[in-house]
């Protein structure tokens, strides 16, 4: 922690950044906060932090708004992931931010389930082996198409229409949301359409989504939401041979007319 | 400039459940809401008005003076007047048709305090049992 | 911080096509279980070919109700997913064969498309085959009747959709 502290402290003082997006402990709370060199002393109160906030949505929207400044950002594995993700779709400039790795405690990584808890780059923490949980998963391809149907149509009709699991997506970016257009999801109908709200969504997480988990930690239903977008990576993977959030330069077929044409051309 | 971000802890204005929120203000000004992840009531969760903070506590609809419908339209008044009026109005109402004519709807918003004050004088003061919740609205 | 959403968007050229396909909730059945197919017909080929069975005088069911789009890769998974909330029994998509796509490459987008939605429908309990793919040349009007008697048949098999209103 102190090498990444003194690294940014450094591009603070040089000017080399204007600002760091990073978590940090306050009265109690844990809350994401912005660093610059007028209140530098914020960053002895940074922590990695146990609890996850959508930095990577928080970034996009500050590039967005501070047009011509470079902002660092504290990146856990799956902010990481989701940035790539958001630069693949220009919603981030690839030249505005500095990213700095941190990894994930154990504890984490068991709370996400996530699979590849750490980034790229480690400035902080330690690296930790990932937790892979396909229990549902497996459950679920092992049932009977009916009893899929009713399995879903039971859990994903407790939806309260909150958006929750939209708000905090951070690959989820449309000012014009198919989830919010009258003629596919009417106005004021609660509970939605089921299984068609969910099924929107889950489709256009076919090539985008990252896998971070935070759809199903925030919905007050306690949805598995989270195990239809798996599958759809797993499809994605089967299918095209493609992963998202690995690199930049890898970009989904759906989204690319050019890419993907060999997974589908006649056998 | 400077960059002028922070995030506020806060509770949501609008049920009696209350759930923790953080408040993204930047340059002085609300744009954003985000759950607490590890507050008690929500646990990271909210519902769609909680979601929505942002927007209605800086809407330009909001009630921000006392009105009164004269000559067919609502005008702004002072606080006196207001309360003056709501006074003299229930009085006469409860004398011309009776006590049981007044209904009162009291609010998740209002503390559990103003809501016993709510009770009481409807009770008490209007002499009337009619007394239930704005959800039933 | 949230992003900018706008109130109410407009998809609008969509909204003519779910005004074609609000059609399926109106036709009734008689006697027993009639399957209703939305079928979405690519303009230059597979519309033509239908075109063509129908001028040759082809014999075939009528349960494909027709909504003719510019291209196949027109037909967006909304389109598909809203069919089956509609109570579609089944879905038949249908373009121009690989290579010959009036714009290209447009039927390969339906191509990538198609499976990985119907990996969705079978996950969720829906049976993916309930989603039809298939080429339809132009001259191919022979084919087109074919492939819609067989849909038909293979759904009318497999019973109707769980979510068709009840009449």
Redesign the interface.
Known sequence: MQELKDKVTQALKEQTL??LLCLKSS?G??????V???NIADLDSMVIGD????IA??L???VA??PG?T?GVVVRGCEEKAIIELIKSNQVDANRIVQYGVACSKERAQLCSCEVPYPSEILAGTKVEGVSDNQLLSK??AMP?????????DQLGKC?????CR??CPV???????M?????VP?GLVPP?I??FH??K???M?GKCIDCGFCE????MNIPIRT?YR??GL??KE??DYEPGLSIDERS??GE??K??E????K | MTINYKTVPSVCPYCGCGCGVYFEVMDGEVVGTMPRMSHPVNEGSLCIKGWNIHEFITSKKRLTDPLIRKDGSLKAVEWDEAIQHTASELKRIKEQYGPSSIGVLCSAKCTNEENYLLMKFTRAVLGTNSIDHCARL | MQRLRNIQPKLSWDTVIYEDMAEIEKTSSVNGFEPKIIGFLCNWCSYAGADLAGGSRKSYPTNVLPIRVMCSGRVSSHHVIKAFQMGADGVLVTGCHLGECHYMKGNYMAAKRVPVIQELLGFIGIEPERLRLEWVAASEGERFASVVTEFSEKIRAMGPSPFRKSE
């Not at chain 1, 930690?217 to 007050?220: R, Y």
Request: aromatic fraction near 8%.
């Open positions: 204007d600002g009265g709370y844990i809350l994401p906060c912005i610059t060199s007028d609890e996850r906030y959508p949505t928080i996009s929207a500050i708004k501070q400044k902002i679920i391809e198409s009916k009893d899929r149907l009713s399995f879903w149509m309260i229409k909150c958006y929750g708000n905090i989820c970016f449309c000012e014009d949301c198919a919010e257009h009258d003629d596919l106005t359409s299984p068609s099924l929107i889950a489709i256009h076919a930690q925030v919905c007050p239809i599958k759809m499809v994605m299918v095209f077929p759906l007319l050019e993907g044409l997974a589908v051309a006649e």
